[in-house]
């Protein structure tokens, strides 16, 4: 019997040119993401690039520009980290009112082994200025955008004392493989705790430089603006979870139910899962993540004794005192939405 293509999506395409697209739920059952089900968020079509072939340059305030090519890339000493990233735009979607941007639902997020060169070593070799103040680094793609005259890259910066954290990587590899083209082939960064706009896919160039990088998508995009006019920008992953078990909508028998899912925070170890059937909170067991820089496994047992529909929740807290709201936190680009998301069950 042949399937219709619609039937088994790799991804839940939100659009398709750039592609943009989120993991399908059963994908984030998994601890480490499948490849072929790690989300896509790209704000340029795929630049073409020549593999091995691709150079980056290091230069700015530094002692030593240079430029490397990806093949001297893959015989240097790597380092592997599974990391969960989460887009800024995830679960945009139930924010009111409802904010511009792509409309992701809750599959802007993914949890993948990375293998590469870790950044400070490049740097270590360019040997960084004393007055640099932050590391840009910028893709190979560019496109236009609605309200600025000619193409732009996509680029973004880092302070400095963040771009030499050992865990900061130029990735290679993906899950054991060769990166695909739109996660950022031939090599990308991969910023462990950062929502996914840090990690620039399509590494061209890296620049050290003396005053605060204010690109489109470093002041105009990726900022908390709430309105007043006051402008933050988003930085690491606010506290969250996710229930990946029953699944949303699911039909179940009355009784026990396991509940399950992740939960993760780029601001400290998660300290506290809860969840709640509709009669109170109550803590869910953690179990071990994968690596420090991935999400925590979480299960817990809820009573569904009647029949009828029951909303599950559940809460998160990290080691550094921070909570899941109960209400999306407000910004007009809609970044950051960690609050409690229900997941309908009916029992019958
Ligand atoms: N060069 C480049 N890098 C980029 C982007 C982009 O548009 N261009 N999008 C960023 C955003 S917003 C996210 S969430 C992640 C997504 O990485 P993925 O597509 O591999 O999941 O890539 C980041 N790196
Ligand atoms: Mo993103």
Redesign the pocket.
Same mark, same amino acid.
């Given at each position: 019997m042949t399937r219709p293509p619609h039937d088994s999506p790799d991804l839940v395409v939100v659009r398709h040119t750039?592609l943009n697209a989120e993991s399908p739920p059963a994908a984030l059952e998994r601890d480490v993401t499948p490849a072929a089900h790690?989300?896509?968020?790209?704000? @340029?079509a795929v630049p073409a690039l020549p593999g091995d072939d691709h150079r980056i340059t290091i230069g700015g305030a530094v002692r030593e520009p240079f430029s490397i090519g990806v093949a001297e890339l893959r015989a240097m000493p790597r380092a592997t980290a599974t990391v969960t990233?989460?887009? #800024?735009?995830n679960d945009r979607v139930s924010m009111r009112p409802l904010p511009p941007g792509e409309l992701w639902r809750s599959g802007?997020v =993914?949890t993948a082994r990375w293998s590469g060169v870790p950044l400070r070593e490049l740097l270590g070799r360019a040997g960084v200025a004393p007055d640099a103040v932050e590391i840009l680094v910028? $893709? #190979?793609?560019r496109g236009l955008v609605d309200d600025e005259p000619g193409t732009i =890259?996509?680029?973004?910066s880092l302070p400095v004392r963040e771009a030499l954290d050992p865990r900061v990587l130029l990735a290679l590899e993906?899950n054991d493989a060769p990166l695909a083209p739109?996660? $950022?082939a031939p090599v990308?960064?991969v910023v462990p705790g950062w *929502? $996914?706009? #840090?990690?620039?896919?399509?590494?061209a160039r890296i620049e050290a430089i003396t005053t605060p990088f204010a690109g489109r @998508?470093q002041s105009r995009r *990726?900022v908390y603006d709430d309105d007043a006019g006051g402008v933050r920008p988003v930085t690491r992953m606010r506290v969250k979870s996710a229930i990946v078990a029953p699944a949303d909508g699911a039909i179940v028998p009355a009784g026990r139910v396991v509940v399950r899912g992740w939960a993760w925070s780029g601001e400290g170890a998660i300290a506290r899962v809860e969840v709640d059937a509709g009669a109170g909170w109550h803590d869910a067991r953690l179990g071990a993540p994968p690596s420090e820089d991935s999400w925590t496994p979480w299960e817990a047992e809820v009573e569904l004794a009647a029949r009828g529909r029951y909303a599950l929740l559940s809460r998160a807290h990290d080691a550094a005192g921070n909570v899941q709201p109960d209400v999306p936190p407000w910004n007009r680009l809609g970044y950051g939405n960690n609050a409690v998301r229900p997941v309908v069950v009916e029992v019958v």
């Amino acid at each position: 019997m042949t399937r219709p293509p619609h039937d088994s999506p790799d991804l839940v395409v939100v659009r398709h040119t750039p592609l943009n697209a989120e993991s399908p739920p059963a994908a984030l059952e998994r601890d480490v993401t499948p490849a072929a089900h790690v989300y896509v968020r790209s704000n @340029f079509a795929v630049p073409a690039l020549p593999g091995d072939d691709h150079r980056i340059t290091i230069g700015g305030a530094v002692r030593e520009p240079f430029s490397i090519g990806v093949a001297e890339l893959r015989a240097m000493p790597r380092a592997t980290a599974t990391v969960t990233m989460e887009c #800024a735009g995830n679960d945009r979607v139930s924010m009111r009112p409802l904010p511009p941007g792509e409309l992701w639902r809750s599959g802007a997020v =993914s949890t993948a082994r990375w293998s590469g060169v870790p950044l400070r070593e490049l740097l270590g070799r360019a040997g960084v200025a004393p007055d640099a103040v932050e590391i840009l680094v910028e $893709g #190979a793609d560019r496109g236009l955008v609605d309200d600025e005259p000619g193409t732009i =890259s996509f680029a973004r910066s880092l302070p400095v004392r963040e771009a030499l954290d050992p865990r900061v990587l130029l990735a290679l590899e993906m899950n054991d493989a060769p990166l695909a083209p739109e996660h $950022g082939a031939p090599v990308r960064l991969v910023v462990p705790g950062w *929502y $996914g706009m #840090a990690s620039v896919k399509w590494v061209a160039r890296i620049e050290a430089i003396t005053t605060p990088f204010a690109g489109r @998508f470093q002041s105009r995009r *990726y900022v908390y603006d709430d309105d007043a006019g006051g402008v933050r920008p988003v930085t690491r992953m606010r506290v969250k979870s996710a229930i990946v078990a029953p699944a949303d909508g699911a039909i179940v028998p009355a009784g026990r139910v396991v509940v399950r899912g992740w939960a993760w925070s780029g601001e400290g170890a998660i300290a506290r899962v809860e969840v709640d059937a509709g009669a109170g909170w109550h803590d869910a067991r953690l179990g071990a993540p994968p690596s420090e820089d991935s999400w925590t496994p979480w299960e817990a047992e809820v009573e569904l004794a009647a029949r009828g529909r029951y909303a599950l929740l559940s809460r998160a807290h990290d080691a550094a005192g921070n909570v899941q709201p109960d209400v999306p936190p407000w910004n007009r680009l809609g970044y950051g939405n960690n609050a409690v998301r229900p997941v309908v069950v009916e029992v019958v």
